[in-house]
C-alpha cells in the first residue's frame, strides 16, 4: 500500500527510543528484552494487522530444538562443536521462554513438555536417525532410539521404521503464547502496540529514522525490522537472504488422547501433534508444491490439503473417519542457509533486523531476540545467527 500526501500530513508524528516493525513473536520478543536491558527505553512496537496475524498466530507451537534437518545433518553442514552450539542455543530458548514468559502459566499457555519424535518411513531415514541419536548421546544430548513396535505402542501410528525421541522438547499454544506477552508483559511495562498500522516507508533524517504508516508517523533513534517473510518487501537487502514460503495445517475433532508426544516425519517437513484437548493437528508437505509454496499467496491448495489428510488415514488410525474441522496457511521467512540471523543493515547501522526463522520461530525466536538485544546495545552475536555470515 502507498499513502498519499493528504493522508501523510493528516498524520502525527510520535517520538520513541526504539521503533519495532512486526507484531510476530521476533518483534514482541524484541520489545521484551530491550525492556529487560534498559526500563526507560520508549518503545513502540507497529504491526499491520493483530498480533499474532502472521506465523506466529498460524504456526503448530513446535518448541524444537535444531533446525530444518537431522542432527547428522547439521553435523556435516556446521561440524560437531557448532551443530551442537545450535541445539544449545533451542534449548536454551525453551529455558528462557518459560523463565521469562510461561512461568507458572504452564497450563493456560497450553505448555506442554513431552519431547519430540522423529519418524523414519524409510529404512534409509532411520539409518540417519540412528547416526544422529549416536552423535547426539556423545555430545551429552538426552535422545533415545525406538523401533517400529515401539513407535506404535507409544504414538499410535503405523508405518514408520524407526525413530527416536528427544526429551527436552515441548509445544504450545502459540496464540495464547502472543497474548500473554503483549497483555501481561509487554503493555504494563509500558511498551506501546499499534496494530492495523502498516507500515510503508522508513526514512533517514539525521540520526533519527520516520517509520511511516497509514496511520501515524514514528520517530526514532533505533528502528527494528521484525516483519519476518515481508522483509524484503520493506528493503532489497533482503532479496536474496529471505524466501516467503508457505505452510499448510489442518486439524481434526477430539479424539481420546493416544499420543505420547508430537511428531516430525519426512526429514523434519511434515509434523503432527495431538492437541492437549484431543484434536490432532497436521502440516507439511510443501514438498509436493515446490513451485507454489514459495512467495505470499497466503491461501491452502487442495494438492497439500489432500496429502495431509491421506497422512493421517495412512499413518493415524485412531483418526479414521474424523471431521476435519480447520485448515490454514501462514507465510515462513526462510533464509538463504536455513539459520536465523540478526543484524544491522550495512547501509544503515540504527536500522537493526531479526528473522529467517526456517519454519522454526517458535524454537528459536526468543533466544535470538534476546542476543539481537545484546546487539544493539554493542554486544556480539554467535556466529551462526550473525547477518554478516551472508558477506
Ligand atoms: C504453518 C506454519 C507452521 C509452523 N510451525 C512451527 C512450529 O511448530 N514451530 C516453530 O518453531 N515454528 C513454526 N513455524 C514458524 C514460526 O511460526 C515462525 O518462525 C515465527 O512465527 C516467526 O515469527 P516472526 O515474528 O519473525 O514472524 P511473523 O509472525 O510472521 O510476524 C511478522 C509480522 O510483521 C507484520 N508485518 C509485515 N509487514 C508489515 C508492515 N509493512 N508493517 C507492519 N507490520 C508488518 C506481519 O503482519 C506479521 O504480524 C510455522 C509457521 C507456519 C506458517
Not at 530444538?65 to 551443530?83: D, I, L, T
Not at 532489497?236 to 499448510?248: C, E, H, L, S, V
Request: proline content about 3%; some cysteine; overall charge negative.
Amino acid at each position: 500500500m502507498s499513502v498519499s500526501y493528504w493522508q501523510d500530513r493528516a498524520s502525527g508524528v510520535s517520538e520513541y527510543d526504539v521503533t519495532i516493525i512486526g507484531g510476530g513473536l521476533a518483534g514482541l520478543s524484541t520489545a521484551f528484552w530491550l525492556a529487560q536491558s534498559d526500563s526507560s527505553l520508549k518503545i513502540a512496537v507497529v504491526e499491520k494487522y493483530l498480533v499474532g496475524s502472521g506465523a506466529s498466530g498460524r504456526n503448530a507451537g513446535f518448541i524444537t530444538c535444531g533446525s530444518v534437518e537431522h542432527f547428522n545433518r547439521m553435523v556435516g553442514k556446521h561440524g560437531e562443536k557448532q551443530a551442537c552450539a545450535i541445539w544449545k542455543f533451542g534449548e536454551k530458548n525453551l529455558e528462557l521462554l518459560q523463565e521469562k514468559i510461561i512461568g507458572s502459566n504452564a497450563e493456560e499457555l497450553g505448555l506442554e513438555s513431552k519431547g519430540s519424535f522423529s519418524l523414519a518411513g524409510s529404512e534409509g531415514e532411520f539409518t540417519e536417525l540412528k547416526e544422529s541419536a549416536a552423535l547426539m548421546k556423545n555430545l551429552g544430548i538426552n535422545v533415545d532410539v525406538l523401533e517400529e513396535q515401539e513407535i506404535k505402542a507409544r504414538l499410535g501410528a503405523n508405518h514408520f521404521v524407526g525413530g527416536i525421541k528427544y526429551t527436552g522438547d515441548a509445544t504450545v499454544n502459540p496464540i495464547s503464547l502472543l497474548h500473554h506477552m503483549k497483555n501481561k508483559l509487554l503493555i504494563p511495562q509500558g511498551i506501546e502496540i499499534f496494530e492495523n498500522h502498516e507500515v510503508f516507508e522508513i526514512q533517514n533524517h539525521g540520526d533519527k529514522r520516520i517509520v511511516k504508516t497509514n496511520l501515524k508517523n514514528f520517530e526514532s533513534d533505533i528502528v527494528v525490522l521484525a516483519t519476518n517473510a515481508y522483509l524484503p518487501l520493506i528493503n532489497n537487502y533482503f532479496a536474496d537472504k529471505i524466501y516467503p514460503t508457505r505452510g499448510q495445517i489442518l486439524v481434526t475433532e477430539k479424539v481420546p488422547r493416544f499420543m505420547e508426544g508430537p511428531c516430525y516425519a519426512n526429514f523434519v517437513l511434515d509434523y503432527f501433534r495431538q492437541l492437549p484437548t484431543g484434536e490432532m493437528l497436521i502440516g507439511g508437505f510443501r514438498q509436493l508444491q515446490k513451485d507454489t509454496e514459495v512467495g505470499y499467496s497466503d491461501q491452502t491448495t487442495e494438492e497439500i490439503q489432500t496429502a495431509l489428510e491421506s497422512f493421517l488415514a495412512h499413518h493415524l488410525p485412531p483418526l479414521k473417519g474424523k471431521k476435519i474441522t480447520h485448515r490454514w496457511s501462514g507465510i515462513m521467512g526462510f533464509s538463504a542457509d536455513g539459520d536465523p540471523f540478526v543484524g544491522a543493515l550495512p547501509a544503515d547501522p540504527q536500522l537493526f533486523f531479526i528473522g529467517g526463522f526456517t519454519a522454526h520461530g517458535v524454537g528459536l525466536a526468543f533466544h535470538t531476540a534476546k542476543c539481537l538485544s545484546e546487539l544493539i546495545f554493542g554486544g556480539e552475536v554467535p556466529s551462526f545467527i550473525n547477518a554478516r555470515r551472508f558477506g
